[in-house]
């Protein structure tokens, strides 16, 4: 079973930048699709972006396209969520998931998130 930990959360002002981090562990890294959702109080969880195990193919919500890079490190197993030109309302904890089979493009934790493995989460707030 896969471990995901989230870091690199924290504060920053409006027009500011911030890189997440998601270190797996657990199992093969790198033939898994990954994803970054994200959750506002009172909202619900909605996806950010998400990279498929092999190829370019990745998505991005709209709300983040042109702001946000999702982009992995097979050989540190890591994910990575590159946030630039931060509003206020990107403000959310932001949650790292994994694709529980392998060898899937990432359409599948976009439309089943509740079957991928979950990272505890970190908080990005934005200040105006």
């Known amino acids: 079973q896969v471990q995901l930990v989230e870091s690199g959360g924290g504060l920053v002002q409006a027009g500011g930048s911030l890189r997440l981090s998601c270190a797996a562990s657990?199992?093969?890294?790198?033939?898994?699709?990954m994803g970054w959702f994200r959750q506002a109080p009172g909202k619900e969880r909605e996806s950010v972006a998400a990279?498929?195990?092999?190829?370019?193919?990745?998505y991005y919500a709209d709300s983040v396209k042109g702001r946000f890079t999702i982009s992995r490190d097979n050989a540190k197993n890591t994910l990575y969520l590159q946030m630039n030109q931060l509003k206020p309302e990107d403000t959310a904890v932001y949650y790292c998931?994994?694709?529980?089979?392998?060898?899937?493009?990432?359409?599948?934790?976009?439309?089943?998130?509740?079957?991928?493995?979950w990272g505890q989460g970190t908080q990005v707030t934005v200040s105006s």
């Open positions: 998931a994994a694709d529980k089979v392998p060898f899937r493009l990432y359409n599948t934790i976009l439309l089943n998130p509740d079957f991928a493995s």
């Open positions: 657990g199992r093969t890294f790198s033939i898994y699709s």
């Open positions: 990279i498929s195990w092999t190829g370019p193919g990745t």
